[in-house]
């Protein structure tokens, strides 16, 4: 399966973050319709640039797949920032790198 959601092949999320991803929605028991998303300031009011939150899903996003189950949305405005980017889950932690 692409590691780039659907539509777009210059972001890229490596397997260990998806599988990280797949192990956090398993683990907190999401409701339907919800999903975890990759999400900035002020979406995201954690530390750093980016993070990940539980959020409802809308019809711009673009969803992050593993084994045909989606496990992470990234939406339209979002992406287009992230040309050349690879996010992935390394020393317990998740990292964007943009090239």
């Known amino acids: 399966m692409n590691d780039a959601p ?6 890229r999320v490596t397997d260990q973050a ?4 797949s192990r956090i929605l398993v683990g907190r028991k999401i409701e339907a319709g ?3 998303r990759l999400a900035v300031p002020p979406a995201w009011p954690g530390p750093g ?11 711009e996003d673009h969803a992050v797949t593993l ?3 989606k496990i992470m949305l990234v939406d339209d405005h979002l992406l ?7 996010l992935d889950f390394k ?3 998740f990292s964007l790198d943009v090239y």
């Open 18 to 21: 998806k599988e990280e991803l």
């Open 34 to 36: 919800r999903c975890l």
């Open 80 to 86: 287009a920032k992230l040309s050349n980017s690879v």
């Open 6 to 11: 659907q539509g777009l092949t210059d972001f």
């Open 67 to 69: 084994r045909g189950a």
């Open 49 to 59: 640039d980016f993070g990940i939150v539980v959020d409802d899903e809308k019809g």
């Open 91 to 93: 020393e317990a932690a």
